[in-house]
Every structure is written in structure tokens, then in C-alpha cells.
T-cell receptor
Framework: DAGVTQSPTHLIKTRGQQVTLRCSPKSGHDTVSWYQQALGQGPQFIFQYYEEEERQRGNFPDRFSGHQFPNYSSELNVNALLLGDSALYLC??????????FGPGTRLTVL | KQEVTQIPAALSVPEGENLVLNCSFTDSAIYNLQWFRQDPGKGLTSLLLIQSSQREQTSGRLNASLDKSSGRSTLYIAASQPGDSATYLCAVAGGSYIPTFGRGTSLIVHP
């Protein structure tokens, strides 16, 4: 079992661009959650997907959107990038509301 | 809104010491509490998960306790080793099952 995987590992973008991050959940998991972790901070919840629908959302603007596919994998899209979007983006998967397992993260740098 | 505080923010100790990391939370109506380890720039590794009905969990040299009434949890690390150097994060999940994270305790164990 490969666990939760994320791609890419690192990404550099410029302000105003758009970015897509990808996550494959652990085998047997059907729920994917996304988190943003700024340097020196704890992860902040962005949103959660279950049955291809956004089930819960944290305090993030509409520039942050997502998608879940029938195979339970998920994408996080961020439009109109700002310098403040630079962070480690973490994906976590779970079997519905059970324990979440985290991936290695994608480091996004916005210049 | 749940708030999670971790004390101390940073800790530097010689190898072999027994350590206590503290986590406090404001809303005692929790579903579970989890301790994670994070190495620099990496994802989260789950160390211990304590369900709301439990008082403590143990894994090897690690022991975590939970006192819901006082809104506190402690992570005890016995006989610390240089390999324990990392950031330790506390996360509290409530009725939404989405964890709220503290900012972490950065631990350095020097030989």
C-alpha cells in the first residue's frame, strides 16, 4: 500500500497564475481533505471531498477550489495566485470520518 | 471556535532526557485528539490518536494523555534521542471531525 501520494513535490509559480495540485488517497479511503500549512504554523483546513462533492469548507476564498474523481483521487486548484499562497499543501485521506492519513505535501512557492 | 495552543514553542535538550510537550484546547466537546510528528518540509506522521472516551495511549517511548475537563493533553517522550528531533503537532477534532491544529513544538535533541 503506497499510502497517500501527492504531486508534484515542489512547484514555483508567479503571482496571478493558476496551479493544480493532485492527491491519491490511501487504498480503501473515500474521503480527501486539503490543508494549507504556512511556515511556522499548523495546517489550516481548506476543504473536504466525499462522494465527489465538497462536504466541508474552511475559511478560504473562492480562489481555492477542488474536485474529487470517481476513483477518489482529488485535485486542489488555486486561481490568481498571491504571494501569501506560498505554503506546504497537505492532502489527507480517510474512510469517511475516521482517522486521517497525510501525504508528503506539495511545496508551492509564489514569486 | 476551537483553539489549540502548544507549549513550549521550542525545546532543546540533551540526549537521554524525558520530555513533556503540552497541548491545550478551548472546547472540551471533542471527538478525538491526535499527536503528529513533522520533519522539516515533510508531511505529517501520526504518533498517537486518543478517542474522546480514552484517557491515554502509549506507543513505545511515547505516551499521550487526555484530560477533556481541563482541555489539556500531554505527550511524554521517554529517553529522548537525536532522531526524535522534529516538530510535534497536536490536533483536536470536534463534531465536524475536522482537526484543528496547534502551531507545534519544535524539538531538538542534541547528542
Amino acid at each position: 500500500d503506497a499510502g497517500v501520494t501527492q504531486s508534484p513535490t515542489h512547484l514555483i509559480k508567479t503571482r496571478g497564475q493558476q496551479v493544480t495540485l493532485r492527491c491519491s488517497p490511501k487504498s480503501g479511503h473515500d474521503t480527501v481533505s486539503w490543508y494549507q500549512q504556512a511556515l511556522g504554523q499548523g495546517p489550516q483546513f481548506i476543504f473536504q471531498y466525499y462522494e465527489e462533492e465538497e462536504r466541508q469548507r474552511g475559511n478560504f476564498p473562492d480562489r481555492f477550489s477542488g474536485h474529487q474523481f470517481p476513483n477518489y483521487s482529488s485535485e486542489l486548484n488555486v486561481n490568481a495566485l498571491l504571494l501569501g499562497d506560498s505554503a506546504l499543501y497537505l492532502c489527507a485521506s480517510s474512510k469517511q470520518d475516521n482517522e486521517q492519513f497525510f501525504g508528503p505535501g506539495t511545496r508551492l512557492t509564489v514569486l | 471556535k476551537q483553539e489549540v495552543t502548544q507549549i513550549p514553542a521550542a525545546l532543546s535538550v540533551p540526549e537521554g532526557e524525558n520530555l513533556v510537550l503540552n497541548c491545550s484546547f478551548t472546547d472540551s466537546a471533542i471527538y478525538n485528539l491526535q499527536w503528529f510528528r513533522q520533519d522539516p518540509g515533510k508531511g505529517l506522521t501520526s504518533l498517537l490518536l486518543i478517542q474522546s472516551s480514552q484517557r491515554e495511549q502509549t506507543s513505545g517511548r511515547l505516551n499521550a494523555s487526555l484530560d477533556k475537563s481541563s482541555g489539556r493533553s500531554t505527550l511524554y517522550i521517554a529517553a529522548s534521542q537525536p532522531g526524535d528531533s522534529a516538530t510535534y503537532l497536536c490536533a483536536v477534532a470536534g463534531g465536524s471531525y475536522i482537526p484543528t491544529f496547534g502551531r507545534g513544538t519544535s524539538l531538538i535533541v542534541h547528542p
